[in-house]
């Protein structure tokens, strides 16, 4: 069959990037069906990743495919519409505020047996750090112990963790530091779970959005919820963490980032994972931040969440068997997209992770942890 000038295009673009069409390395695709190529140059990202889930082309290393179309700049090369739109709903309305329970019901009500077997076994579901560490349960560990010591946790501080997830951070810090611990979230999953966790200790998981906070903590910590507020509602997210922090406080933020203000979110990922996400830039919470807080630690380890994601992937896979009675085929493309996909662009350094420290300056000497 003769080559159409789709195929002709991907061929030239993919090339830049290294990548062969039913080529024999691991990054290289299979196409399986051949409307592959028009589906790809028309609808970007979004028809990428909606053709895997159809089956319609393969790859043994979705995570290297990824990291090389990103480090070649093959996003910049296939624009289209999808982008456009998100990109432009983000500018023109406040989707994250119109229904704010709503990623919690789309995403993090997916099932606890699925996370339960991909998380580590605190059910970890952020960034590990993996210094010094051999696998993923040591990775959290060190994660969770590290973000108590930037918080210079005592026994009997009461602590504030914003998008708690089933209560992983809460219940470390209340078994290794003595904390009170509240926990707020937006999934009723986790709630219930969270709950039969953290039996026993003086932690409570609310089903709970932050803009309903009204109360004073010692501490509070937000890991992995930032990229649900949307840029519009950074500011009255830190008002209110800073309204409800004592005055000799500490807040840590650990957030993944975009290194720029573009605006919105994969178009894959935002129909299929993560709805209504937004990607902050350093510098729109830095902005957010004025006269607020003292920026007193920023921590960017983004290169261990490649490992993170490869590591979820590695026990989601090794789980399917007991998965795949409730979730058909077509999940588990799309999930094992999901988490490739991101490593690869961790790998590339297309988004980062940050952990930042902020005090409202009662602080009067902050020593940095790593």
């Given at each position: 069959m003769?080559?159409?000038?789709?195929?002709?295009?991907?061929r030239?673009?993919?090339?830049?990037?290294?990548i062969?069409?039913?080529?024999?390395?691991?990054?290289?695709?299979?196409?399986?069906n051949?409307?592959?190529?028009?589906r790809i140059l028309s609808?970007?990202?979004l028809?990428l990743?909606?053709?895997?889930?159809?089956?319609?082309?393969?790859?043994?290393?979705i995570?290297?495919f990824?990291?090389?179309?990103?480090?070649?700049?093959?996003?910049?090369?296939?624009k289209?519409?999808?982008?456009?739109?998100?990109?432009?709903?983000?500018?023109?309305?406040n989707?994250?505020?119109r229904?704010?329970?709503?990623?919690?019901?789309?995403?993090y009500d997916?099932?606890?047996?699925?996370?339960?077997?991909?998380?580590?076994?605190r059910?970890?579901?952020?960034?590990?750090?993996?210094?010094?560490?051999?696998?993923?349960?040591?990775?959290?560990?060190?994660?969770?112990?590290?973000?108590?010591?930037?918080?210079?946790?005592?026994?009997?501080m009461?602590?504030?963790?914003?998008?708690?997830g089933?209560?992983?951070f809460?219940?470390?810090?209340?078994?290794?530091?003595g904390?009170?611990?509240v926990?707020?979230?937006?999934?009723?999953e986790?709630?219930e779970?969270?709950?039969?966790?953290?039996k026993?200790?003086?932690?409570?998981?609310?089903y709970?959005?932050?803009?309903?906070?009204?109360?004073k903590?010692?501490?509070?910590v937000?890991?992995?919820?930032?990229e649900h507020?949307?840029?519009?509602?950074?500011?009255?997210y830190?008002?209110?963490?800073?309204?409800?922090l004592?005055?000799n406080?500490?807040f840590?933020l650990?957030?993944?980032?975009?290194?720029?203000?573009?605006?919105?979110t994969?178009?894959?990922?935002?129909?299929?994972?993560?709805?209504?996400?937004?990607?902050?830039?350093?510098?729109q919470?830095?902005?957010?931040?004025?006269?607020?807080?003292?920026?007193?630690?920023?921590?960017n380890?983004?290169?261990?969440y490649?490992?993170?994601?490869?590591?979820?992937?590695h026990?989601f896979?090794?789980?399917?068997?007991?998965?795949?009675?409730?979730?058909p085929?077509?999940?588990?493309?799309?999930?094992?997209?999901y988490?490739?996909?991101?490593?690869?662009?961790?790998?590339?350094?297309?988004?980062?992770?940050?952990q930042?420290?902020?005090?409202?300056?009662?602080?009067?000497?902050y020593?940095?942890?790593?």
């Open positions: 003769a080559e159409t000038s789709y195929e002709k295009t991907c030239e673009i993919l090339g830049l990037a290294d062969q069409i039913n080529g024999n390395r691991p990054w290289d695709i299979k196409v399986n051949p409307e592959l190529y028009k609808q970007g990202s028809g990743g909606e053709s895997y889930m159809d089956g319609w082309w393969d790859c043994k290393a995570d290297e990824i990291n090389r179309i990103f480090r070649a700049e093959l996003d910049k090369k296939v289209n519409l999808s982008n456009m739109s998100i990109i432009l709903k983000a500018k023109l309305t989707p994250q505020r229904d704010a329970f709503d990623i919690g019901k789309k995403h997916t099932g606890n047996d699925l996370f339960s077997l991909m998380l580590d076994k059910m970890v579901y952020t960034c590990a750090y993996w210094e010094n560490a051999k696998n993923l349960d040591s990775a959290q560990e060190n994660k969770l112990r590290l973000t108590c010591e930037k918080l210079k946790l005592k026994p009997g009461k602590v504030l963790d914003i998008g708690c089933w209560g992983s809460l219940k470390y810090a209340a078994e290794k530091y904390i009170k611990g926990g707020i979230t937006v999934s009723k986790q709630v779970l969270g709950n039969q966790l953290c026993g200790l003086d932690v409570e998981i609310r709970q959005d932050y803009e309903d906070l009204d109360e903590f010692d501490r509070i937000s890991l992995g919820m930032f507020v949307g840029h519009k509602n950074f500011r009255k830190m008002e209110i963490v800073n309204k409800c004592n005055e406080g500490l840590l650990h957030t993944i980032g975009s290194m720029n203000t573009r605006g919105g994969d178009p894959w990922l935002n129909k299929y994972i993560f709805p209504n996400g937004f990607l902050p830039s350093l510098n919470i830095i902005k957010s931040s004025e006269n607020l807080f003292i920026l007193e630690d920023l921590h380890f983004s290169v261990n490649d490992k993170t994601l490869i590591a979820w992937h026990n896979i090794k789980s399917w068997d007991k998965l795949k009675e409730k979730y085929e077509r999940f588990k493309r799309m999930w094992e997209y988490l490739l996909s991101c490593a690869g662009a961790f790998r590339a350094r297309n988004i980062q992770i940050w930042i420290v902020f005090s409202k300056g009662r602080i009067l000497e020593k940095s942890i790593r």
